[in-house]
C-alpha cells in the first residue's frame, strides 16, 4: 500500500517537472516556425549570433529556446535528404517530437532523462549537445562502445555540421594527434573507457603538455547511463606496466650461499627438535629437563616454524602449553637478553607473523667469513660528516667517497632486504603447498580455497626470491602507472547528464553519488506493450522445455522472438536446446558490436527468433517487419529474473517502441540463483517448493510482486557494496587529485621553479623541526652538524655550523637557508642554457611524482587487500585504511619533496652547462664575489644582501653527480631499517 502511494507521488513529481518544462517548449516551438522563413545561411548564421550573445553575457538558459529552436529546424530541413552513417546510406526522417524537447531540456540542466528504448534519445541529445557546444567548451556525449560512438557521431554529425558546429569521436584505435584534434572538435562522441584512459594519459604519464589530449572536463552526456555508472563502474580503468629496473636483483648471487645456510640450520634444529623430545618423553623427566626442553622447542620455532617434528610435539596438549608459556614469557622484556643468547645460536630467525627472517652473527659469518659486516648497513650519516671534516681531501675526493659511501649503502640495504626474502622462500614457502610451479612459473596457491591464482604475484621481491629458489625466470614486477574508477572519472565534469530507459529503480545511487536527479519523461506514443505474468517451473529443464516451446509457438505465426539470457552460457545451453528442436535463431554476445548491432536491427523480421544477452545490441533500435505488427509485434522472451529490476526492464523495453504492439514474459524456475535466494526464509515458498511438481507450471501476478522484492533486496545489498568501494576510492582519488594537480602544475608552467623551491622550503622547514627547532625542543650540536651535513650535500651553499644560531627564530632560520639555496640556483641558472631549464625543472618535478606515485599506486593496493584481511577485527576496515593512506601519502610527499632537493643541483641541461659551472665556480672562487663581473657575479649580486662583507670567504661550489640519484638514500618501509636491526623499516624505527 505504501509503495503505491509512493508510486503514485514519484510520478507526481515527474509530471510536474514535465508541467514545468511546458511554456519552453512553447517558447522553441513558436522560434521554430519563425526559424523556417530563414534561408539555410540565415539559420547557419544563428549559430555565431548565440555565440557572440554568450560572449556578451547572456546565460545558456537564457538562449536555450533558441539554440533548441534552431536544432529541431535544422532536422527539419534534412528531412528526405540522403545521409552516410557507419558506410551505409540511410535518410533523415526525423524531427524533434515536443517528448524530446523536455528530454534535452532535463540533459541540459544536468539530470538523468529516462526515456523509454526507441524514443530516440540520439536524436534528443543534439540539443543540449549544440547549446553546451557553443560555449566553445567540449561538449561530449559517452556511449557504451565505440561502434555506437562512431555511428551516433556521424549520424547525428550531419545536424551538427548543418549548423557549423564540428563533432568527432574517439575510437580505442586513434593515436594522440587524432585524438587530441577530435577532443578540439565542438563537440567529441566516446566511451567510457577511452575518455577515462585519455585522462589518466594526459594527467599521469603526459611529460609534456603537447602530448596532453584532452581539454577541460565542461559538460557531458552518459547515454545509458545506468549500465556505464551502475554495471560498469566497479572495474576501475588501470594503465599498468613492468616495473622500471632499478637496479640487478641480487637473489642469484646470494641464493648459494642461502641454500647453505638453510641446510645448516636444518641440521641443528633437527638436532635441537630430537633433544626436545627426548628430554620430555624421559620418564622421570626433573623440571629442569622440561625447561631445557622448553627452550629447544622454542628455538625450533625461531628458526623453522613449520617444522614437522614440531608440530608433533604440539601435538601433545601437555608439551604444547609448555612452548605457549616459554614463548610468552622469553618475548617479555625482562627476559630480553637471555632470548637474544637463543637466538645467537641459531644461523637466522624467522618471524612468520611479521614476514620477517633476520640473520644473526653466526649466520652472517658463515655467508660471508671474509667479511662479516657484509649485511650490516653502514652508518652512513657519520660517514659523510667524516669525510666532510677530512681536512686532507679536495671537494672532488670528498664527491667520489660520498658517493661510494652511498652506493655501498644501497648495495647492502639491497643484500639485506633480498637475503631475508630467500630465508623466507626457503623457510615457509613449501612447493605444491604455498605455491606450484607451472610452465616454468611460480604460481600462487590460495591459502583458504586450494585455488590456483594464476596471474598474482607475492609483493616485494618475495616472488621474485621463490623464483630464484626454483630456478625458474625471475620476472620483473608490474606496477601500476596510474589509475581512476569510472565513477571518479565522472564526477570531475562540471556538468554531468545522462539518459536511459531505465534509471527509476536506481535513482538513491544516482543522487546519493552522483548528485543526479532522475526525471521520468512520458512517450511520444503511448506505450501499449504487453507484460505477461512469469511463468515458475521447479527445474531449469522444465523452464527451458518451456521456452523452446513458446518460441516454436511463435515462429510458427511468423511473430519474432528476442530472447534475453543472463550469462554467455545460458545462450548457448538454449542455442543447443533450438537447434535440436530445429529452430533457426541467431546468438549474440556482446562480441563484435558492429556486427551484432546489424544483427539486432533484424530482430523484428518476421519469423526471426535471436538470443542475446543484456548488452549484445544494445543501443540498436529494433524496427518491426513487414505484417509483424499484425502478428503483435515483438515478443521478449526472458529466461531468468536478474539480479536487479533494471536489467529485466531494459529487456521489456526492447519491444514495443514508439506505440508498436508487443509483449513480454518471463520464464522462471526454482533453481535459479534469484529463486534460490527468494525461497530462503520465505515460508510460503518452502511450502510452493514442497508442492510443486516436476513439469507443473505456475503463474499468478502474486508472484511477481514477491520475486520484485526479492530483487530490490538485493539491489540495496549490492548498491551498498558499491557506496562502500567509492568510499575505499574516495581515498585515493583525492590523493590522485592532489598530485595530478601539483604534476599538471609543472607540466603548464614555463619555468616549474617556483613549485620546486615550495617543496625544498617544506624539507628544510622539516628538517629544522626534526632538528629541534620548534618551540618545545632543543637544539643538540649533534642534530644542528647533522642537518648542516644535509645541507651541504644537497646543495652548493657551504652552510657552517658555527653561521647557524641554535635558537632564534624559526622563519628567519628557514628564509634564511632557502634564500642561499635560491641564491646558489640563481647561480647555476646563469650557465644554463635557459630555454632548457624549463624543461629540466618540469623534469624534475614529473620525475619525482612518476615514481613515488607509482610505488605510492602499489603499496595502496596492496593495502586495500591486507585491510580486506583485517575486517574481522572489531575495527572499521575503512577507518584503519583511511588512516593508513593517509600516512601512505605523507611519506610519499617526503619522498618527492627529498628527491625534488636530490635533483635539483645535481642536473643540467646538458654538460656543457655543467662544465660551465664548474669552471665559473672554481674562478669564483679565486676571485671572490667582489670581482670582475662574470655571470656568477652578477647572479650573486642579483641576490645577495646589499650588507655582505666584501671579504666574505668565497663561494664554494662543491658539484655532485650529474646523473639524478639518491642520496641519502630513501628507506621504503619494506626496506631493512637503516639502524642495522635487519628488521623492516616499518616494523622497526619507521614503525608509528
Ligand atoms: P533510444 O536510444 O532512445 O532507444 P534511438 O535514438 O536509437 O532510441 O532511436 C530509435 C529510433 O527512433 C530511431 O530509428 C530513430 O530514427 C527514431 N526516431 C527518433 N526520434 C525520432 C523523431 N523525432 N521522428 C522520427 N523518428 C525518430
Ligand atoms: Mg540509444
Redesign the pocket.
Given at each position: 500500500m505504501l509503495s503505491f502511494f509512493l508510486q503514485k507521488f514519484a510520478g507526481r513529481h515527474h509530471r510536474k517537472y514535465v508541467e514545468k518544462c511546458r511554456p519552453v517548449v512553447a517558447r522553441i516551438n513558436e522560434f521554430e516556425q519563425q526559424y523556417q522563413a530563414l534561408t539555410d545561411e540565415q539559420l547557419r548564421a544563428k549559430t555565431d549570433e548565440f555565440r557572440a550573445r554568450l560572449q556578451k553575457g547572456e546565460t545558456l538558459d537564457q538562449i536555450l529556446p533558441e539554440a533548441f529552436a534552431a536544432v529541431k529546424n535544422a532536422?527539419r530541413r534534412m528531412v528526405g535528404r540522403k545521409v552516410i552513417v557507419c558506410d551505409h546510406e540511410l535518410t533523415w526522417?526525423?524531427?524533434?517530437?515536443d517528448v524530446?524537447l523536455i528530454g534535452g531540456i532535463t540533459l541540459h540542466e544536468g539530470r538523468i532523462a529516462e526515456?523509454?528504448?526507441?524514443?530516440?534519445?540520439?536524436?534528443?541529445a543534439t540539443l543540449p549537445l549544440y547549446l553546451n557546444a557553443l560555449t566553445g567548451r567540449n561538449a561530449q556525449l559517452v556511449t557504451v562502445n565505440d561502434y555506437l560512438a562512431r555511428r551516433d557521431s556521424e549520424w547525428m554529425g550531419h545536424l551538427y555540421n548543418f549548423l557549423g558546429i564540428t563533432v568527432g569521436c574517439i575510437q580505442q584505435s586513434m593515436h594522440s594527434e587524432v585524438r587530441r584534434e577530435m577532443y578540439n572538435r565542438g563537440i567529441t562522441y566516446g566511451t567510457a573507457s577511452e575518455f577515462g584512459f585519455d585522462y589518466l594519459r594526459d594527467n599521469g604519464m603526459a611529460t609534456r603538455k603537447e602530448d596532453q589530449v584532452q581539454r577541460d572536463h565542461f559538460y557531458c552526456i552518459v547515454?545509458e547511463i545506468d549500465s556505464i555508472l551502475v554495471d560498469e563502474a566497479r572495474t576501475p580503468l588501470i594503465i599498468s606496466g613492468p616495473a622500471p629496473i632499478e637496479r640487478e636483483q641480487p637473489f642469484q648471487r646470494l641464493k648459494p650461499g642461502v641454500e647453505q645456510l638453510v641446510a645448516a640450520q636444518l641440521r641443528l634444529i633437527n638436532r635441537l627438535v630430537k633433544e626436545a623430545s627426548d628430554l620430555l618423553e624421559k620418564k622421570d623427566a626433573t623440571p629442569e629437563d622440561r625447561s631445557a626442553a622448553a627452550m629447544k622447542m622454542l628455538q625450533v620455532k625461531l628458526g623453522m616454524p613449520k617444522n614437522k617434528q614440531l608440530l608433533r610435539l604440539q601435538e601433545n596438549p601437555e608439551w604444547r602449553k609448555l612452548l605457549d608459556k616459554t614463548d610468552v614469557e622469553m618475548h617479555s622484556d625482562f627476559n630480553k637478553d637471555e632470548l637474544y643468547k637463543y637466538k645467537e645460536e641459531l644461523f637466522f630467525v624467522i618471524d612468520e607473523k611479521n614476514h620477517q627472517a633476520d640473520l644473526t652473527e653466526p649466520g652472517r659469518t658463515k655467508l660471508r667469513p671474509d667479511d662479516p659486516d657484509a649485511f650490516v648497513l653502514p652508518d652512513l650519516a657519520s660517514r659523510f660528516i667524516d669525510i666532510e671534516k677530512d681536512a686532507t681531501l679536495s671537494p672532488e675526493q670528498k664527491e667520489a667517497l660520498k658517493r661510494e659511501a652511498q652506493q655501498r649503502y644501497e648495495v647492502v640495504s639491497e643484500d639485506i632486504h633480498a637475503l631475508s626474502q630467500l630465508l623466507r622462500a626457503y623457510a615457509l614457502y613449501e612447493r605444491d603447498v604455498e605455491y606450484v610451479v607451472q610452465d616454468g612459473k611460480v604460481v600462487i596457491v590460495d591459502e583458504n580455497t586450494g585455488r590456483i591464482m594464476s596471474g598474482r604475484r607475492w609483493s616485494d621481491g618475495l616472488h621474485q626470491a621463490v623464483e630464484a629458489k626454483e630456478n625458474v625466470t625471475i620476472e620483473r614486477e608490474t606496477r601500476t602507472y596510474a589509475t581512476v574508477t569510472i565513477q571518479n572519472y565522472f564526477r570531475m565534469y562540471e556538468k554531468l547528464a545522462g539518459?536511459t530507459?531505465t534509471a527509476e529503480t536506481e535513482a538513491t545511487e544516482f543522487n546519493e553519488i552522483y548528485r543526479l536527479a532522475v526525471t521520468q519523461i512520458p512517450t511520444?506514443k503511448p506505450c501499449i506493450r504487453i507484460d505477461r505474468n512469469d511463468s515458475i517451473f521447479k527445474t531449469r529443464r522444465d523452464k527451458y522445455g518451456a521456452v523452446v516451446k513458446q518460441i516454436q509457438e511463435a515462429q510458427g505465426r511468423g511473430q519474432p522472438v528476442l530472447v534475453g539470457t543472463v550469462t554467455v552460457e545460458q545462450s548457448e545451453v538454449l542455442s543447443r536446446m533450438l537447434k535440436r528442436a530445429g529452430v533457426i535463431h541467431t546468438v549474440l554476445n556482446a562480441k563484435f558490436h558492429q556486427q551484432e548491432a546489424e544483427i539486432v536491427t533484424r530482430a523484428g523480421q518476421r519469423g526471426s527468433v535471436t538470443i542475446a544477452t543484456n548488452m549484445a545490441g544494445r543501443?540498436?533500435?529494433i524496427?518491426l517487419g513487414e505484417g509483424v505488427r499484425e502478428l503483435g509485434g515483438l515478443l521478449v522472451v526472458g529466461t531468468e529474473r536478474h539480479e536487479s529490476r533494471r536489467i529485466d526492464r531494459q529487456l521489456r523495453?526492447r519491444c514495443s517502441?514508439?506505440g508498436d504492439p508487443g509483449a513480454t514474459k518471463f520464464f522462471l524456475s526454482l533453481e535459479d540463483d534469484l529463486m534460490r535466494l527468494f525461497l530462503q526464509g520465505n515460508l510460503a515458498s518452502k511450502i510452493m517448493e514442497g508442492a510443486m511438481q516436476e513439469g507443473e507450471e505456475l503463474e499468478h501476478p502474486w508472484l511477481n510482486r514477491s520475486i520484485e522484492s526479492a530483487q530490490k533486496k538485493v539491489e540495496q545489498q549490492n548498491f551498498a557494496i558499491r557506496k562502500r568501494l567509492l568510499q575505499y576510492d574516495d581515498v585515493l582519488n583525492k590523493q590522485r587529485e592532489v598530485i595530478y594537480g601539483i604534476r599538471n602544475g609543472a607540466l603548464h608552467n614555463e619555468r616549474p621553479k617556483d613549485i620546486i623551491f615550495e617543496m625544498i622550503g617544506e624539507e628544510v622547514a622539516a628538517r629544522l623541526e626534526s632538528a629541534g627547532y620548534g618551540e618545545k625542543t632543543e637544539v643538540t650540536a649533534a642534530s644542528l652538524e647533522s642537518l648542516v651535513g644535509w645541507l651541504n650535500s644537497h646543495f652548493p651553499v657551504s652552510a657552517k655550523v658555527e653561521e647557524i644560531p641554535l635558537r632564534g627564530d624559526f622563519d628567519a632560520i628557514l628564509q634564511d637557508l632557502v634564500g642561499r639555496i635560491k641564491k646558489a640556483y640563481a647561480l647555476k641558472e646563469s650557465v644554463e642554457d635557459p630555454a632548457a631549464l624549463g624543461g629540466l625543472e618540469r623534469y624534475i618535478v614529473i620525475n619525482a611524482i612518476d615514481h613515488h606515485w607509482q610505488e605510492h599506486l602499489t603499496e595502496m593496493e596492496e593495502l586495500r587487500r591486507s585491510i580486506g584481511l583485517r575486517s574481522y577485527g572489531q575495527k572499521d576496515p575503512l577507518n584503519e585504511y583511511k588512516s593508513e593512506a593517509f600516512r601512505f601519502f605523507e611519506e610519499l610527499m617526503n619522498n618527492v619533496r627529498l628527491q625534488i632537493c636530490t635533483s635539483l643541483f645535481r642536473s643540467a641541461t646538458n654538460r656543457d652547462a655543467f662544465e660551465n659551472l664548474f669552471t665559473i665556480s672554481r674562478s669564483a672562487r679565486l676571485q671572490g664575489p667582489a670581482a670582475a663581473p662574470t655571470a656568477l657575479a652578477a647572479a650573486t649580486q642579483a641576490s645577495a644582501p646589499a650588507a655582505a662583507p666584501a671579504a666574505a670567504p668565497a663561494e664554494e661550489i662543491k658539484l655532485p653527480a650529474v646523473t639524478i640519484r639518491r642520496e641519502t638514500p630513501k628507506v621504503g618501509r619494506n626496506d631493512p631499517c637503516p639502524c642495522g636491526s635487519g628488521k623492516k623499516y616499518k616494523n622497526c624505527h619507521g614503525a608509528a
Open positions: 532536422a526522417d526525423m524531427v524533434h517530437f524530446q526515456m523509454a528504448t526507441g524514443e530516440g534519445k540520439t536524436l534528443v547515454d539518459m530507459g511520444n543501443g540498436t533500435d524496427k523495453g517502441r514508439q
